[in-house]
């Protein structure tokens, strides 16, 4: 069980490593500069937004180790006390830790914004005041 937990915790350390980039619509502006220029001063806003302090968003794989193990925690504390019940103190906490771990990170994944609104805010005004029209993110 723990293995298929640490399996998981890889593949979202691995898709926290994924950013993701503001799209833009292509306007006068951005069709005159091109592409690969365009692409420049994203890169050169997101570190703008960064050096500010609006921090993109954190490490992924940190926050979900953090919930999975306060979800491991109170599972574990719940599986004995309901292991305690039935005379299994020891394997009801261990089968809770497990559901714990794995419903807060699940929790995480599907609740958990992928950006911080203050960077995206940030880099998008950046590319604004250079002439862009930033549509949303992808």
């Not at 833009?24 to 302090?53: H, I």
């Not at 914004?113 to 029209?133: H, I, K, M, S």
Request: hydrophobic content about 45%; proline content about 4%.
């Amino acid at each position: 069980m723990f293995k298929i937990f640490f399996a998981l915790l890889i593949v979202l350390t691995m898709e926290g490593c994924a950013s993701t980039r503001p799209v833009l619509y292509p306007n006068q502006y951005f069709n005159s500069v091109g592409s690969k220029a365009a692409e420049r001063d994203v890169e050169n806003c997101m570190e703008l937004a960064e050096t500010a302090g609006a921090d993109s968003g954190g490490s992924k794989a940190g926050r979900a180790a953090t919930n999975a193990a306060g979800g491991a925690a109170i599972g574990a504390a719940s599986g004995a006390v309901g292991g305690a019940v039935v005379g299994a103190a020891g394997s009801g906490s261990a089968i809770g830790a497990a559901s714990g771990a794995t419903a807060a990170l699940l929790h995480w994944i599907f609740s958990e914004p992928t950006r911080n609104p203050a960077f995206e805010n940030f880099v998008d005004r950046c590319l604004q005041e250079r002439g862009y029209q930033p549509v949303g993110w992808d």
